[in-house]
């Protein structure tokens, strides 16, 4: 069965460094999503890619995030000056854009700010 | 606005026994809800979902209703095995291709 991989499963960086969270989506897929989860708290969405451009963004994703699919197969965020508040399980999705199936979630990338 | 929630954080059922998870949403213009499994140190993960023309819709062992007048959407699990132990979430969508605004979730435990 098809699906979405992140690396690395758990980070841990340093207040104020950059970090990056990397996704292979599913190989035909259209759509990329990123999602972040706070310990014990929903699933919160960040921002939607589609055609090499963000198609939506929500509050949390502000100049601090970037996203990029720097080449066919991966798609990566970036948090550019890493604050405390940033320890989350970020998730990657990916959909087909057929409208078809549902969207598919990665294991997540555990970000630990210290 | 947007906005998904669920009715209770746990809920504890016998093994065997069917399993009912509750869930209000208040985005009328949603068209579409989905039902996710969250397994401790896991995504999540798709179990069902159902577009606002339909009222019910089964799956495997799950079935998921949605009350448009009430908005409400629950999910069913039937003959619940220790396996369905996790977290669910309810979430709403515009499309299958639209971002997914997720509620609380409820951990559901399977006692013995």
């Avoid at chain 1, 604050?83 to 969207?103: I, P, Q, V």
């Amino acid at each position: 069965e098809p699906e979405v991989t992140q690396t690395p499963s758990h980070q841990v960086t340093q207040m104020g460094q950059e970090v990056i969270l990397r996704c292979v989506p599913i190989s035909n897929h259209l759509y990329f999503y990123w999602y972040r989860q706070i310990l014990g708290q929903k699933v919160e969405f960040l921002v939607s890619f589609y055609n090499n451009e963000i198609s939506e963004k929500s509050e949390i994703f502000d100049d601090q995030f970037s996203v990029e699919r720097p080449d066919g197969s991966n798609f990566t965020l970036k948090i550019r000056s890493t604050k405390l508040e940033d320890s989350a399980m970020y998730f990657c999705a990916s959909s087909s854009g057929t409208r078809n199936t549902e969207a598919f979630f990665g294991q997540g990338t555990r970000l630990t700010v210290v | 606005g947007e906005s998904v929630g669920l009715h209770l954080p746990t809920l504890s059922v016998q093994e065997g026994d069917n399993s009912i998870i509750n869930c209000a949403y208040s985005n009328s213009a949603s068209d579409y809800f989905i039902w996710y499994k969250q397994e401790s140190g896991k995504g999540p993960q798709f179990i069902i979902d159902i577009r606002s023309n339909m009222d019910k819709r089964q799956g495997q062992r799950v079935t998921v209703l949605l009350n448009k007048t009430v908005k409400h959407l629950s999910l069913q699990i039937a003959a619940t095995q220790p396996g369905d132990s996790a977290v669910y979430f309810c979430a709403e969508s515009k499309n299958r291709d639209d971002k997914i605004i997720f509620g609380k979730g409820t951990r559901l435990h399977i006692l013995p």
